[in-house]
C-alpha cells in the first residue's frame, strides 16, 4: 500500500517552512509590537465550548467539526477555530480578575473543518490571529482591525480589500431575525434543505448561502444597516472614524454575516487576488462578540479579534514574490575521505555547528568529485576536506566551492578563520580575550 495524506490536509515541505517561520515570526512581531502576548491552548476541547461557543445554527457545528467521544465516552471536539477555546480559558483561569482588561492575547496553530476540499481550502489548515478581551471600547475594534491591516502591509500585501459591516447589538438582531423570516417564509419550499435548517436555527446564516437561487434572493432581503439601534449606529460609525484616521481603506458589505454565530456589532474580513489573478478566499476575518464570554460561563464582557488563514497567506505572498520557496542554504559541507576519518570529521562538524555555522557532513562512501557536487547542491560556500594527513596533522583542508582554491587550515584555528571569512574577525563576541570558544557567553559569532 502507498500511503498517502488524508485528503483536505497539506505537507508544509522542507523548502516551505523556512518562509512560513519567516511570516510567523513577522506576525508575532507585530502582535507583541501592540502589546499582545502568546496563549497556547489545546487543540482538544469539549465539544460543547464549539456548539455553546461557535453556535449550533453555524455550518462549522452543524457539520464541519471533527467530533469524537473519548475511550470514557466524552465527546470531545479538534478544534475549527481558536475563539471559543481562547474564551474558555480566559474564563477558567479567571484572567478578568487577574489582569488589566482587556487581556490581548494572540495564537497560531492547527485547526480542523471538515469542508469540502478546494484551492485554499483544506480540512487541516493553521490560523494566527489574536483576540482583546475585557473592554467595550469601539477602539478596540478599530484597534484590532488596524492590527490585521498592519501584518498584511508589513508582509507586503498592500492591495488588500477590507469589508466591514456592523451585525448591532441584541436588540437590532432580534428586530433583524425577525424582518429576515418574514422575508424568506413565503419562498422557504423552494429553498436548499440547508436554508430550511438555517431558517430555524439563525436566519442570518441564509445570508451566506452558496447554492445560486437561494443567493439571489437573499440579495433582495432586508438590510440590517435599516435595523440598527442607536447605540450600535454610534458605535459602527466610530469605528469607521478611527479607520479612516489611520488611512485604512474600506468597503461597507451589507451582505457580510461572517459564518460563526458569536458575532454582533462590528465584523470584518480581508480578502487579496495575487498578482498570478489567483484568489485563494479571504485572508482573514474577525469581529466583536458581545455574548461570547457568558456564554462560556464567564461574567458580562465583550470581545474582539481576528483570525489569518496561514496557508492561504503564505500562498500569495510566494505568489507576489514576498517569500521565496526554497530550503535554506547551507555555510559548510564536511567531507571526510574514508571510512575511518568520519567520526573525527563528525568532531569537526559539530564544532563548526556549535559557532553557529550552518554545517553538514556527507557519511555516504562516495567519490570527492561526486561529494564536493552535493556541496553546491546545498549552496555550500565551502567544504573541508578530512583525510588521514589531515587528522594525523591536526589539519584541514578548506576548499572555496565558488572561487574554486584552497588552503590548509589548523584545525585549531577552524573557528577564527570561518569568523574571519564572515565578517566576524574572529575572538568572541562578549569582547573578552577568549578565542573560540567562550563557556560564558556560549559566543556562537554574529551569524546568530
Ligand atoms: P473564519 O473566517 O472562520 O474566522 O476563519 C479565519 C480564516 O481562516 C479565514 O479567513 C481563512 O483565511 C482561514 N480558513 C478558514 N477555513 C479554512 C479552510 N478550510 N482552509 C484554509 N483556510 C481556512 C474564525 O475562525 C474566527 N475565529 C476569527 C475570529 C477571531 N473572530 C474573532 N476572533
Known amino acids: ?23 510567523e515570526s513577522l506576525l508575532n512581531t507585530i502582535a507583541e509590537l501592540f502589546g499582545y502576548h502568546e496563549i497556547r491552548t489545546p487543540i482538544l476541547e469539549h465539544s460543547e465550548v464549539f456548539s455553546r461557543g461557535v453556535g449550533e445554527g453555524s455550518d462549522i457545528v452543524r457539520k464541519e467539526m471533527y467530533t469524537f467521544l473519548d475511550k470514557a465516552s466524552r465527546s470531545v471536539t479538534m478544534r475549527p477555530e481558536f475563539t471559543a477555546g481562547i474564551i474558555r480559558s480566559f474564563v477558567q483561569n ?22 469540502r476540499p478546494q484551492l485554499g481550502r ?50 437590532t438582531r432580534d428586530n433583524y431575525r ?7 417564509e413565503p419562498h422557504l419550499e423552494s429553498m436548499c434543505s440547508d436554508c430550511k435548517e438555517r431558517f430555524v436555527l439563525n436566519p442570518l446564516r441564509i445570508l451566506d448561502c452558496k447554492v445560486e437561487e437561494d443567493h439571489k434572493l437573499a440579495l433582495g432581503a432586508p438590510k440590517i444597516k435599516d435595523y440598527l439601534s442607536d447605540a450600535s449606529k454610534d458605535r459602527f460609525e466610530k469605528v469607521k472614524e478611527a479607520l479612516r484616521i489611520n488611512n485604512i481603506e474600506f468597503v461597507e458589505d451589507d451582505q457580510l454575516v461572517r459564518g460563526l454565530d458569536y458575532y454582533s456589532e462590528v465584523v470584518f474580513e480581508f480578502s487579496y487576488t495575487s498578482k498570478k489573478g489567483v484568489d485563494y478566499g479571504a485572508l482573514g476575518g ?55 576519518n ?26 570527492l568529485g561526486s561529494m564536493i557536487k552535493r556541496a553546491l547542491k546545498k549552496g555550500a560556500v565551502f567544504a573541508v576536506i578530512i583525510g ?59 551569524k546568530e
Open 1 to 23: 500500500m502507498e500511503a498517502k495524506n488524508v485528503k483536505g490536509t497539506r505537507d508544509i515541505l522542507p523548502n516551505e517552512t523556512g518562509g512560513f517561520l519567516r511570516m
Open 94 to 115: 479567571k484572567m478578568y480578575a487577574t489582569e488589566d482588561l482587556p487581556v490581548k492575547l494572540f495564537y497560531k496553530g492547527p485547526t480542523f473543518r471538515y469542508e
Open 122 to 171: 483544506y480540512r487541516q489548515f493553521s490560523q494566527f490571529g489574536v483576540e482583546n478581551i475585557g473592554s467595550s471600547s469601539p477602539y478596540n475594534d478599530a484597534e484590532v482591525i488596524s492590527l490585521a491591516y498592519s501584518m498584511l502591509t508589513s508582509l507586503g500585501l498592500t492591495d488588500v480589500k477590507l469589508k466591514i459591516n456592523c451585525l448591532g447589538d441584541q436588540e
Open 178 to 184: 425577525n424582518a429576515l423570516k418574514a422575508y424568506f
Open 286 to 340: 474577525g469581529g466583536h462578540y458581545g455574548n461570547l464570554v457568558k456564554e462560556l460561563g464567564g461574567p458580562d464582557l465583550p470581545g474582539v479579534g481576528f483570525s489569518f488563514g496561514e496557508e492561504r497567506l503564505y500562498d500569495v505572498l510566494v505568489d507576489d514574490g514576498l517569500l521565496v520557496s526554497k530550503v535554506p542554504n547551507i555555510d559548510i559541507f564536511v567531507l571526510p575521505l574514508g571510512e575511518e
Open 342 to 367: 568520519k567520526g573525527y570529521a563528525l568532531s569537526v562538524a559539530n564544532r563548526l555547528r556549535m559557532y553557529g555555522f550552518v554545517t553538514d557532513m556527507c557519511a555516504e562512501d562516495i567519490k
Open 388 to 446: 588521514e594527513n589531515e587528522v594525523r596533522n591536526n589539519k584541514v583542508i578548506v576548499k572555496n566551492l565558488k572561487e574554486n582554491k584552497q588552503e590548509e587550515v589548523n584545525t585549531s584555528e577552524l573557528i577564527n578563520y570561518f569568523k574571519a571569512l564572515y565578517g566576524q574577525g574572529g575572538g568572541c563576541s562578549c569582547g573578552g580575550s577568549c578565542c573560540e570558544g567562550c563557556e560564558e557567553c556560549n559566543d556562537k559569532g554574529d
